[in-house]
């Protein structure tokens, strides 16, 4: 199962900058997720808001 960005995101980039595939793109005010995504869980710690669920 692939990790999503949830509503609560507030895009403060952080996750952007842990991802070391490249994987969370913005998305108009948010970020998201896309099929790069390996899964690694590296941005799960990283989100100050804990946006990112699996």
């Known amino acids: 199962m692939a990790l999503?960005?949830?509503e609560d995101?507030?895009?403060c980039g952080t996750?952007?900058?842990t991802c070391p595939?490249?994987?969370i793109v913005?998305?108009?005010d948010k970020y998201t997720i896309?099929?790069?995504c390996?899964?690694?869980q590296a941005c799960l710690?990283?989100?100050p808001v804990n946006a990112i669920c699996a």
Do not use: F, L
């Open 4 to 6: 999503k960005i949830t």
């Open 21 to 23: 595939v490249g994987a």
């Open 9 to 11: 995101c507030i895009a």
């Open 34 to 36: 896309n099929d790069d």
């Open 45 to 47: 710690d990283s989100c």
């Open 15 to 17: 996750c952007v900058d």
């Open 26 to 28: 913005e998305a108009g």
């Open 38 to 40: 390996t899964e690694c």
